[in-house]
C-alpha cells in the first residue's frame, strides 16, 4: 500500500510564496509519476502539475506555468509543489497522487493516478 502525505499549506497574502511537499511511503517512489491536483469550493478537482519518475519531464496547467515549479527527491521519497506570486484564485485544498508507471504519457488526468494524499489547505488572501 502506498501512502501520500502532503505538508506546507497555510494562509499567505497575494504575492508570497509556499513550497508544498508530498511524502510517499510504501513502495519504490522512483517507479511512479507524480502529481498535484488542486480543488476550490464548489468547483471540480483540477490538473496543477506533473512530473515523471525520473524528473526529466514536467507539465503544468497554463494558469501556474512560470509561477509553480514541481520537483522531486527520490532519495527523499518526496515531491514539492513550489509556488510563487499567489493570487487569490489559487486558493484551493492541494492534492498530490502517485501514478505507479515510469511511462510518460504525460499523466494529466485525476484518472491517471493510482494514490492521492488526503490534501492540504492554501489559503491566499487579497
Known amino acids: 500500500q502506498v501512502q501520500l502525505v502532503e505538508s506546507g499549506g497555510g494562509l499567505v497574502q497575494a504575492g508570497d510564496s509556499l513550497r508544498l511537499s508530498c511524502a510517499v511511503s510504501?513502495?519504490?517512489?522512483?517507479?511512479?509519476?507524480m502529481g498535484w491536483f488542486r480543488q476550490a469550493p464548489g468547483k471540480e478537482r483540477e490538473f496543477v502539475a506533473a512530473i515523471s519518475w525520473s524528473g526529466a519531464s514536467k507539465l503544468y496547467v497554463d494558469s501556474v506555468k512560470g509561477r509553480f515549479t514541481i520537483s522531486r527527491d527520490n532519495a527523499k521519497n518526496t515531491v514539492y509543489l513550489q509556488m510563487d506570486s499567489l493570487n487569490s484564485e489559487d486558493t484551493a485544498v492541494y492534492f498530490c497522487a502517485a501514478d505507479h508507471s515510469t511511462s510518460w504519457t504525460p499523466q494529466r488526468a485525476a484518472g491517471d493516478y493510482d494514490y492521492w494524499g488526503r490534501g492540504t489547505q492554501v489559503t491566499v488572501s487579497s
Open positions: 510504501g513502495r519504490t517512489f522512483s517507479d511512479y509519476a
